[in-house]
């Protein structure tokens, strides 16, 4: 395994050598990787552009979130920016150099990479659906005056080349972001492989769940608190015989060169009670009475409108942080923060846009 871990170092300062360049690129990569772009923007414009898209990224976003953090304490996953100062590979020889930035001091295990994992799910949910919504797509008989044969051929040769330019594209925003992780010395080559793998494999089993888009709010709340229990469960478990899951905020305490880049949002517990958070309001705002009325306009204008207030809301909503000093609180108050992201584009802001629609109309029957 040092083997392996030798030749990821390699490689992290190889990147950081070559293409230190395009750092503020890597920079962007790793941060749109992250499950916050999905919750904060991605969620809100496919909802409104395909309501059962918008709620598949989210299940897939937090499943497999919630899959990555079962599997980082089962695979006990080094990170590169502490295992090259405390491995033994390298003997009295030179230990190679690598750089820190502000997102490296990642708190949790690094196999598999969580941000190659979700970027990978969420991606591929997105590419299939431009691709189905492309194939589902019927050209006007005014446009197009040609044999059946000859339309059905066009067809097929523009739905392979939209294929191939999507799945090349997702490959290429791929190795950006796995090569922005190894950049960045948070993950060693082949965590980020088996992150993009496993993310893959999440958003297919996905792709056959019909459940989840007529999920009650009973079957929400259900399995947010199995998820949770299940977590909770299985830490207290291997802690019980022994492991200690947490030995990996010590070493990014020790490591990371700069003390404000050890975050608390990047344990474990604070990624699952955000995932939970964020299922357990998507469940709530599905099944209240303002999504309920406002599903029922479905104008341009009005979809438009929602998701610009949306996002901006969202952006505000995702810059508010919360001190780590008392961790039961923030741990709570990361949870709540969770719940109201889905609640702002499918309930809030709706509901505000028929409260006022309601209102100019009564004013103007006074």
Known sequence: MDLLHSWGVSLAVYLQTEYHHYESWFHLASTVADLHATFFFFFPIWFYLNRNVGIKLIWVAVIGDWFNLILKWVLFGERPYWW???????????????????????????SPSGHAMGSAGVGYVMITAMLSMAAQRKPSNLIYSCTVRGLFFFLIL??????????????????????????????????????????????????RVQWIYTASLKKYMSMTLFLLTFAVGFYVLLKAVGVDLLWTLEKAQRWCVNPAWVHMDSTPFASLLRNMGTLFGLGLALHSTLYTESKMNSTVPFKTSCISISLLLLWFLDALTFSSKNEILFYLLSFCKSALAPLIPTMLVPGGFLWLFHNNKNEKNL
């Open 84 to 110: 090259v100062h405390e491995t033994k590979f390298y003997g009295s020889g030179v230990v190679p150099s690598l750089k820190q930035f502000p997102i490296t001091c990642e708190t949790g295990p690094g």
């Open 158 to 207: 523009n739905c392979r080349s939209l294929q191939l330019v999507l799945l090349a594209l997702f490959g290429m925003v791929e190795l950006v972001i796995c090569m922005s992780r190894v950049y960045m010395a948070a993950h060693f080559p082949h965590q980020v492989m088996s992150g993009v793998i496993a993310g893959i494999l999440v958003a297919e089993t996905f792709s």
